[in-house]
C-alpha cells in the first residue's frame, strides 16, 4: 500500500486566517480525494482532485473556501479559507477512486479554528 | 441511491467479550466493494478490510471476522476475544461508481468502547 503524509498533523487557528493542508503521497496515483470529519461526524466528501484539471467539488462545497491544488502526480493541497469555528475538524486526503482500489488514507490534520 | 446505515452508535464491552458491530448498505449496483475502517483516538482511519460484491465467503483475520450476506444486505464485523485496543470508533463504507470515480459512502459509525 502507499504511504500517505499530511502537514500539518495539526493546528489552532484564529477565525478568519487561511490554513493550507498538503498531501505527499509515494507513489503516483491518479486520484486522489479530500474529506472532512466533523466533531463525532462521519466522513464526508469534500472534492477529487486529478492531477492536470480543476477538483471536482461535492454538493456543499464550493473551491473559493476548499482550493486545492494538484501540481503532480504524489502531491496535493487543500486551503481552507477565511476560517470560522464550524471549519474544525479533521481533514483527510486519501488515495484510489477506481472500483478495483482499496482507498488508504492519509493520518489527517486535525483542525481546531477559535 | 448508495446508502450505508450503522445502526449501533455506541457500544460498551467487557475485555474478552465478543463483540458484532452491524452494517446494512443499499445500492442498485451490482458490482460493488465494501469496507471497514477503524479509527483510534488518534484520528487516523485505518483500513481493515475490502469485499467485492461477488465474494461472499467470510473472512478471518486473527480475531476479527466479517460476515457478508447479500440477501440481507450486510457486512457485519466480529471481534472476538475483544481488547482495550479495540476501542475505537469503526466505519463500514460502501464504493459508490459515478462517473468513472468511484467515491466512499461512510456509515455513521460505531464508537466501541471496551472497559478492562
Known amino acids: 500500500s502507499a504511504v500517505i503524509s499530511q502537514k500539518p498533523s495539526r493546528d489552532i487557528c484564529q477565525r478568519g486566517t487561511s490554513l493550507t493542508i498538503q498531501c505527499q503521497v509515494d507513489?503516483?496515483?491518479?486520484?486522489m480525494f479530500w474529506y472532512r470529519q466533523q466533531p463525532g461526524q462521519s466522513l464526508t466528501l469534500i472534492a477529487t482532485?486529478?492531477?492536470?484539471?480543476?477538483?471536482?467539488?461535492e454538493s456543499g462545497f464550493v473551491i473559493d473556501k476548499f482550493p486545492i491544488s494538484r501540481p503532480n502526480l504524489t502531491f496535493s493541497t487543500l486551503t481552507v479559507s477565511n476560517m470560522s469555528p464550524e471549519d474544525s475538524s479533521i481533514y483527510l486526503c486519501?488515495?484510489?477512486?477506481?472500483?478495483?482500489?482499496?482507498?488508504?488514507f492519509g493520518p489527517g490534520t486535525r483542525l481546531t479554528v477559535l | 441511491a448508495q446508502k450505508v446505515t450503522q445502526a449501533q452508535t455506541e457500544i460498551s464491552v467487557v475485555e474478552k467479550e465478543d463483540v458484532t458491530l452491524d452494517c446494512v448498505y443499499e445500492t442498485r449496483d451490482t458490482t460493488y466493494y465494501l469496507f471497514w475502517y477503524k479509527q483510534p483516538p488518534s484520528g487516523e482511519l485505518v483500513f481493515l478490510i475490502r469485499?467485492?460484491?461477488?465474494?461472499?465467503q467470510n473472512e478471518i483475520s486473527g480475531r476479527y471476522s466479517w460476515n457478508f450476506q447479500k440477501s440481507t444486505s450486510s457486512f457485519n464485523f466480529t471481534i472476538t476475544a475483544s481488547q482495550v485496543v479495540d476501542s475505537a470508533v469503526y466505519f463500514c463504507a460502501l464504493i459508490r461508481p459515478q462517473g468513472g470515480s468511484e467515491k466512499l459512502v461512510f456509515g455513521k459509525g460505531t464508537k466501541l468502547t471496551v472497559n478492562p
Open positions: 486519501s488515495l484510489g477512486g477506481r472500483l478495483t482500489d482499496t482507498q488508504y
Open positions: 507513489s503516483q496515483v491518479t486520484m
Open positions: 469485499r467485492n460484491s461477488f465474494d461472499e
Open positions: 482532485a486529478n492531477q492536470g484539471s480543476e477538483a471536482t467539488y
